[in-house]
């Protein structure tokens, strides 16, 4: 890694800690861009990497969210009792109430996600191609709606969550941080991963899985380390966007399958998957456009949205990052040699 | 949930009535995933936006019946137009998306079903929308099972599409040719079939079936633009339980499935219907797996 | 050298820099020294709930339009007109903080309109109450809105628990009438799996232990299916004597439809937005029987120098939008939260959000709407839930006993 892209990345760091700083009335929205980021960044772990295109990586993000709640409200409530009440049951926490139980509800939520994805990575993960997809989404609607149907964490009622101590101002701050420090973890640690033998293996997977199989590599073992990693880092956003957004329910807060939950995909497609930047290049370009039309386009946002994935996906395939190699290689560190006796591809001699 | 049980055990009529609702229910379920099947098998592309297709049609018949014409007309009319639209999608988005990656496709007519589905939110208005066909109901076993004849008709519908088609594919040439496209596309095209055409008929096809599916649906349910996902999450679950390439296992499949739904909304209650409906999904897809893997052991 | 990272920084920098820009234009929308008062709202326009969302603001839209077309609000000598800025939370809890933080933040508004249904207020009502924002709402009912402590939360309707009731109490009293116990009547509850039918499901299951009826039916509608044959099978088998349902304008549309086509007959129906589902129009005679609770009816007496009598709003809102077949009172009860911080602007003279809350809490006042008095908890005390049954295809009062203008026909004869 050259000193200039170690500079560059530490400008995005820089601007990413300024951010809610210079325009305190976006923090919230800033932190949803680095929830998108992250989504984008595990979405193409599996996807990109791997070639295991899941369509309910939401399902981590709901469970981590629900074992969150459930672990702050239960160190000082009782959990039945309080969902029972729907909210009626007015929530007393200290500040050491709140922290302590966000902090230990952040943990099982990631340590939790990472272990259902090891039980659903035995089930779903001899699946291939389209019905993996299928699989994955029919998996995330059914814990929506299971979840929905268990009266202990509140049913379709939901969970009110505990409120931030502190002024206004100071939560957004405190969860666009932690957002912040979410993405920029999963992304050094997934740069570090895809540059061992892992990331090898993976891209092994993608290409053919039966030779790689048939070649002794254990196929199995990777794929669900693979989706384990995103499973953690996804409950881990779960957690926390439960948290910011103070009140939880199944279908449309925590299993948002057809939104967030193919948002993530489009994001990915979009920047180019199976890069480490694309993802991210894709979250950002896909999250400020979408804002954008929601404020400016009212009525016509998803309809904008759509056209935008669909132009995208017709005509732009390989997503940004596979464009910028096409038009430059250069950049890539690919030096393209021209063909002897005819014109240089660049339009040098 | 037993006390529910023990009312079917009390009062076998009662399953009947179950079967009855099953049954209808899943006929409508069949024609929204019997395009879907035909088009994921000669086309290789996965159409989420199908229940957006089938809410458009249902918006066909609701227009007939705001005009004062009986909505059962709007069936044949409504599924003209879905294939001329149909067509047009294919021409503008599904033909550059056929030769790709196969996960490419599905994003792209997620697109298309936003886009659906705003639109006829603007068209049509958020309300939530029914059609009056005016048919009456069939009371059997004295008042304990009752069953409307509109839902009869879907069922006869149903199975007339599937003698339709299968005979179709079977006897005509562009149904040969389609048979051909979908087994291989490139001696299909080498013999001299015109693929282009052929997944063009293919998809208009699939969209005039939802438009008749959706026509039915505003006079049995009801009708909105945002809830057009049920359908294509059922259709989904049904061309993936029968198999591709399956067209008589999909029929089945959705018969299959509408009765469950009836069974475990009974017994178990309507809040755990699609869960029962995604798990059983599950269930097969890990099976196939299974069987799947004990084929390749013993090839070994 | 250039690599490829020192490419993509610079790029998604550029993208950063536009999307500031963009928003950046947004700041500062809403200030009261210009000639403007500028409310803001997340609301759903698009998603489940964009039936009733549309409702409201139509609500909204109307009271402004009849505000201002009377000059505006005068605060201080100067007159000033009324506006509403909406945002999209497509029905979604969690996109309605999100988007009143904006609203808040970005776009400076200082005075809010509530969300449509009890999630989203849900989601609402700690935001405004961290940024002591006083928010008016008229479409979450929810009794846990008003356990919480806000003082910044205001609503004009009726709680939740109040809706099924009623409807309770006039099924025991018939079966008295008839010489039998309220406490052998079986009850059957289907209500949609969301905050706000859960809600009125446990006032509703409340009174009827109060009677000691049992209920044998407990089914939730799933949100994302429209069809409820199942548990109507079941009510063929167990023949209930009470039927309570809410779903929302679905839910009410689909029940209406499924109890004819399955011949599932219960002498007893109780059902919430049957106005919206606008039941009489499409089903006719099938409809007959049903009581509706509503937190309005156009047929009541009360009447403000706005809009004058229930009627006249009844009227003018028909005829300012042509599609409505009836006036679903989430429209009057929206025109109601915008009278509302009119009357709170006139007393307290003055943009300060303090003093406006205060106004607030100490508001008494008719309106076409009902009378408005809020506690101090935040919710009306002041106007009761009204129960009407559909008789012959029109909404008909049937109680409370002193608003009554008919008694209420039991059984339900339906059928056209």
Redesign the interface.
Known sequence: ??R???L??V??LA?GIAAPFL???????VA?LWMMILFAMTWDTM?GQMGY?SLGNILYFGFGMYVCAVTQIGMVYDVAEYTA???????DFTRQEYFEGLALGVLLAALGATALAAVLSR??L??R???F???T???A??AA??T??WGFVG????I?MP?FPG??GD??RFFYFMFLVAAVLCYLFLRWLYGTRFGLAINAIRDDEDKAEALGLHTVRYKTVAWCTSAFFLGIAGAL?GN????I?P???AY?T??FG?FM??MT?LGGKGTL?GP??GA??FY?IQ??T??YL??????A??????VN???F?QGI?GW?KDR?P????VRVEPVPGSAARDGSS | MWENLQILFAAPVFNVQLLLNGLTVGAVFALAAYGLALVWGVTNV?NLAQGDFVMAGGYGAYEFSKHGLNPLYAIVPTAAVMFVLGWLVYRL?IK??IQ?????????T??????I???LN?VFGPDVRTARSGLAEIQMFGNMVTVSEIRLVAFALCVLLAIVMVLYLKNSRMGQAIRATAQDPRAARVLGVNTDRVYALTFSINAAICGAAGALIAMIWVIQPFYG?AYS?RA??IV?AAGLGNLPGVILAALGLGVLEQYSGFIL?A??Q??TV??L??VI??WR??L??RQRKALQ | ?????????????A??A???L??AG??GAADPQGDTIVLGSAIS??GKYSQEGKNAMDGYNLAVKMINERGGITVNGKKYKLEVK???D?????NT??LL??LI??DGIKYALGPYAS?PT??AA??TE???IPMVEAEGA????F???YRYLFAALSTSEQYLAPAVDIAAAYAKAQGKNPADLKVALVF????F???VR?GAADEAKKHGMKIVIDD?M???LSDISATLTKIKALKPDLLLASGHTKGAVTTVRQMKELGAYVPVVAMTHCESANLTGKFGGDANGILCPTQWAETLTYKDPLFGTAMDFYHLFKKTYPSYGEVPYQAAQAAAVIEIWADAFQRAQSFDTEKLRDALAATQMQTFYGNIKFDSTGKNIAKPMVLRQIQDGKYVVVAPAEYATEKPQLPRKAGS
């Open positions: 890694m050259t200039r892209s170690l560059l990345q400008a995005i601007a325009f305190p009335g976006h923090t919230l929205q949803v996807g295109n009440a729907t909210g009626a049951i007015k929530v089930i779903l001899g699946l191609g389209p019905y997809a299928i699989g989404l029919g998996a609607i059914a709606e299971l929905a149907a049913g379709g009622s939901g009110s409120v002024g206004p939560r957004e966007f910011m957004n103070g009140f329910e279908l449309e807060v948002p057809l939104t193919i995909v489009a497609l930047w991210i290049l950002a370009l400020t804002q954008i929601w404020t009212l009525g016509w946002q998803y309809i949205l759509g056209v935008l994935i669909i996906v017709v005509y395939q990052m910028l430059k250069e950049w890539f560190g | 996965k988005v550059r998306v790709l990656d196969l996960f490419t496709s599905l994003l792209a997620f697109g298309l079903a936003i886009v589905q705003q639109a603007l996902i999450v989904f679950v993936t209650g809040q755990l699609q869960a995604v798990g999904l599950l897809l890990v797996q299974i799947l893997l | 050298m250039k690599s490829i990272f020192a490419r993509t920084a610079r790029l998604s920098g993208a950063a536009a999307a500031a963009a928003f947004q700041a326009i698009t909406y945002y999209d497509e029905s979604k809890p969690s903080a999100q933080e904006r933040n970005q999630g849900k989601a700690p935001v961290k940024y002591k929810s009794r846990s809105l356990t919480q402590g949609e799996n969301d905050p039918a859960l809600d446990a939730k799933p949100r994302d």
